[in-house]
C-alpha cells in the first residue's frame, strides 16, 4: 500500500512540475549576396554613374570599340615634325648658300631697333583768355549781330572777293557765305589759318583739315547768304 502511494505521489509531481519543452524556431540562413550587386549599391554613393550604361541604346548601336572609346595620341604624334636639313643648320641672320634670306627674317628687322617716330602735331595755338569754345557758344547766344548784315544775301564771286581782310572776313562753304570776323581770335587753329580762306572759296581746305565739323552749327549765328554766279 505504501509502494502504491509512493508510485500515484511521484506521478503527479512529475505530471505538474515538468517543464515544458522550449519551441523550436526554425530559421533560413539569409540568400547569399552577390558580390557585384553589393559593389553597385553599397560602393562609393560620390562616384560618377557609367555613362552610356550598359544596357542603353547608344552601346547597343556601337558597331566597334572605337566609336566609344576615343583615341589617346602620343608624345610623338602631338609634336611637330622636325625641320628640314636645309634650315636646321641655318643660324639666324646668315643667308643659305642658295641666297634665301630666310634665316635672315629669323633677326629683328634694323627699322625695330629705332624709335617710332612722333606723330605730327596738330596746328593748334595758344587762344587768348575768354576765347575758348564755351566763349563762342555764349557769344552767339548773346544777340549780337555776327553777321554784319541785316538780311540773307545772294553773293557773287566778285562781292566775295572784296571782303577778305582782317577786319571784314567773308568765305564760303559749300555754297554758304560766312562773316569770319567775330570767329577769328576763336579759332583753334589761330587766325593767320583762317584768314587763308578770306574773300574765296574755303571748302576744299576745310574738308582736308577739319572735315568732321559741323560748321553749320559751328558759325550758324555768322551766315550772310548763299553763292550765286555774276
Request: positive net charge; without cysteine; glycine residues 6%.
Given at each position: 500500500m505504501a509502494s502504491y502511494l509512493r508510485s500515484w505521489l511521484y506521478a503527479q509531481n512529475s505530471t505538474e512540475e515538468a517543464p515544458a519543452a522550449p519551441a523550436i524556431i526554425e530559421t533560413s540562413p539569409p540568400p547569399p549576396e552577390d558580390d557585384d550587386d553589393a559593389q553597385t549599391v553599397h560602393g562609393d554613393d560620390d562616384?560618377?554613374?557609367?555613362?552610356?550604361?550598359?544596357?542603353?541604346?547608344?552601346?547597343?548601336?556601337?558597331?566597334?570599340?572605337?566609336?566609344?572609346?576615343?583615341?589617346?595620341l602620343t608624345d610623338a604624334q602631338l609634336m611637330p615634325p622636325p625641320p628640314p636639313p636645309s634650315l636646321a643648320n641655318r643660324r639666324p641672320g646668315v643667308s643659305g648658300s642658295s641666297g634665301s634670306s630666310l634665316g635672315a627674317s629669323l633677326?629683328?628687322?634694323?627699322?625695330?631697333?629705332?624709335?617710332?617716330?612722333?606723330?605730327?602735331?596738330k596746328g593748334k595755338v595758344a587762344l587768348a583768355p575768354g576765347h575758348g569754345p564755351l566763349d563762342w557758344a555764349n557769344?552767339?547766344?548773346?544777340?549780337?549781330?555776327?553777321?554784319?548784315?541785316?538780311?540773307?544775301?545772294?553773293?557773287t564771286?566778285?562781292?566775295?572777293?572784296e571782303h577778305r581782310t582782317r577786319d571784314d572776313a567773308w568765305s564760303s562753304f559749300s555754297g554758304k557765305v560766312y562773316n569770319l570776323t567775330a570767329y577769328l581770335p576763336y579759332h583753334p587753329g589761330g587766325e593767320?589759318?583762317?584768314?587763308?580762306?578770306?574773300?574765296?572759296?574755303?571748302?576744299?581746305?576745310f574738308a582736308a583739315t577739319h572735315a568732321w565739323v559741323n560748321i553749320d552749327y559751328m558759325l550758324d549765328e555768322c551766315l550772310v547768304g548763299f553763292m550765286v554766279s555774276e
Open positions: 562616384a560618377p554613374p557609367v555613362f552610356p550604361a550598359m544596357n542603353s541604346a547608344q552601346r547597343a548601336t556601337a558597331t566597334s570599340q572605337t566609336e566609344t572609346i576615343p583615341r589617346i633677326m629683328a628687322p634694323p627699322t625695330t631697333l629705332k624709335p617710332p617716330p612722333q606723330p605730327a602735331k557769344l552767339k547766344k548773346s544777340g549780337q549781330n555776327l553777321r554784319g548784315t541785316d538780311s540773307i544775301l545772294r553773293v564771286p566778285s562781292m566775295l572777293k593767320k589759318e583762317l584768314l587763308r580762306v578770306a574773300g574765296r572759296d574755303g571748302t576744299k581746305l
